[in-house]
């Protein structure tokens, strides 16, 4: 194992995630005080709050994506690494890589979270999260397959279930790929099919508790909920899945559905770094960290985002959020300059500027603290904060093109499935066992 030791006098962090957190870290570190080596095991930046539309054929993944080396250039003393971390000795001071080992003076693991599934593991082959772009491709996939499968499915039954969605957790994750969906049956490709009506279409966003959008006042979640119904998504609360196979979803009290795509967005796990460290961890896997963002006992290791588990001002854990990751990765990064030059580390304090989450079109909540919004004027704020926080001004541009598109004439210029098609286009059971003629060589061309 090769050790990654690059000549210096100078004191080095290492930043695991190039995430919200971890981004705002490098840049506060950038200055000529120290060495900042940021490894990740993807080679680009996410922008995780609109990763749903890309799972919904509304933008592309290269436009809510940016090189982490293209975002971090500016800073000279900061290299980037693409590659895994598989183990951390906070003795050593050293990070694992699959071929490489790197000393450290200062951690900071920023590694973000991925979905659970509270124990059903089996689940994640059938109900695929949204964590990634891969996650979000897998489900705008299973989305427009469901219609094309549809298109070919003459049995009753078995394309009823197709045109059903499933959509597990009513948080903003599970109400936006349910607005979407619904949106996307119902006004985008309502003209689009011959054998079918796209309206028929069936979106189910079931909640294990007693409303969706717990995290904002009531008030809120009811709207909210109103909006989604007006779209034609049937909302369960008090909804507790027990069990999801290839076609159907049971829950706990009532009748099981007859479904071919389900979605997961119930639940976070975080990164498994978070063990590595040898620190107490809560049942979600996140590390608690003293108010400075550090680990107890090992003052030189912080921890920030969905890795971190700390209760802000009002005794409640903070959000697993991107302006908290962002806030952390800051005062962390401020933390670091002051232990550098022998000052005491300030205690962290997250500055809660609102909430927002969309439905769809024209369709948003927005809870600012002076102020709640909902309708039309809260989704023009969410659209203003979106965009103000992308990377890139292409990506700006790209986006607000798209948006704009999509708002006049009623389309997404995404929809697009990638992947073998034919292999994952199921044939209906009356063909079964019969053989397609070959059709001439003329019709291949």
């Known amino acids: 194992m090769a ?19 971890g981004l705002n870290a490098a840049k506060q570190l950038g200055g000529d005080e120290c060495d900042v080596v940021v490894i990740d095991r993807v080679n680009h930046h996410l922008f995780q709050p609109l990763l749903y539309q890309v799972a919904t054929a509304a933008l592309s993944p290269a436009d809510i994506s940016y090189p982490i080396r293209a975002v971090l250039r500016n800073l000279k003393r900061t290299r980037t690494l693409l590659g895994e971390v598989v183990g951390i000795d906070t003795t ?12 450290y003076d200062y951690l900071i693991l920023a590694a973000g979270a991925r979905h659970s599934y509270f124990g059903n593991k089996e689940w994640e082959r059938i109900a695929p999260g949204l964590k990634g772009l891969d996650d979000a491709l897998e489900i705008r996939r299973r989305i427009l397959l469901a219609f094309e499968k549809a298109e070919r499915e003459v049995e009753p039954a078995r394309r009823k279930a197709l045109l059903t969605f499933v959509v597990i957790g009513g948080g903003p994750t599970g109400v936006e790929l349910a607005g979407a969906i619904a949106e996307i049956a119902k006004q985008v490709m309502v003209d689009d099919f011959r054998s079918i009506d796209p309206t028929d279409t069936r979106v189910i966003l079931a909640e294990g508790g007693p409303r969706i959008l717990a995290t904002f006042p009531e008030e809120l979640s009811k709207k909210a909920e109103s909006a989604l119904r007006d779209k034609g998504v049937w909302v369960w609360a008090n909804t507790l899945a027990t069990e999801i196979t290839e076609d159907r979803v049971a829950f706990k009290g009532a009748d099981p559905v007859a479904t071919r795509t389900v979605l997961w967005a119930a639940g976070v796990q975080a990164s498994p770094l978070g063990r590595m460290l040898g620190a107490a961890t809560d049942r979600a896997g996140r590390v608690p960290v003293e108010p ?15 890795l971190a588990s700390l209760n802000g001002k009002d005794g409640k854990p903070l959000p697993g959020v991107a302006p908290v990751a962002m806030q952390q990765g800051r005062h962390v990064g401020k933390n670091i300059l002051r ?17 927002l989450a969309t439905i ?14 909902s309708g039309f004027v809260a989704w023009m704020a969410w659209l203003f904060v979106h965009v103000l926080y992308l990377i890139g001004f292409r990506n700006r541009a790209a986006v607000m093109l798209n948006w704009t598109w999509a708002y006049l004439k009623m389309q997404r210029g995404a929809r697009l499935i990638y992947g073998d098609v034919e292999r ?22």
Do not use: C, M, T, W
């Open 292 to 306: 400075d963002l550090s680990v107890k006992g090992l003052p030189n290791v912080f921890v920030i985002g969905d």
């Open 339 to 355: 232990a550098i030059e022998g000052k005491p580390l300030l205690p962290f304090e997250y500055r809660d500027k609102g909430n």
């Open 424 to 445: 994952l286009v199921e044939p209906s059971e009356h063909s079964a066992g019969h053989e397609a003629e070959p059709e001439p060589a003329s019709q291949h061309r």
């Open 3 to 21: 050790i990654l030791d690059y000549p210096s006098d100078r004191p080095r962090i290492v930043i695991v995630g190039a995430g919200f957190g």
């Open 92 to 103: 050593l001071r050293r990070v694992y890589l699959h071929e490489d080992e790197i000393p």
């Open 360 to 373: 769809g079109r024209a369709a948003a909540i927005a809870d600012l603290g002076f102020v709640r919004l």
